[in-house]
């Protein structure tokens, strides 16, 4: 279940990225949510975190 969720997640987002481009938000961009997501998976793996 968690991943048909996160997939869903990811082409939303990635859409989003694509269709609403700002040039104002250097910072916020698909690459570094894509840094976030990978970081937020390596924290919940140190902690053996469940997926409930």
Known sequence: ?????????????????????????????LKHTQYAVDKTKEISGHYNLSER
Do not use: A, D, G, P
């Open 1 to 29: 279940m968690y991943e048909k969720i996160r997939k869903k997640v990811q082409e939303y987002v990635t859409q989003l990225f694509e269709k609403k481009s700002n040039t104002t938000l250097v910072f916020h961009t």
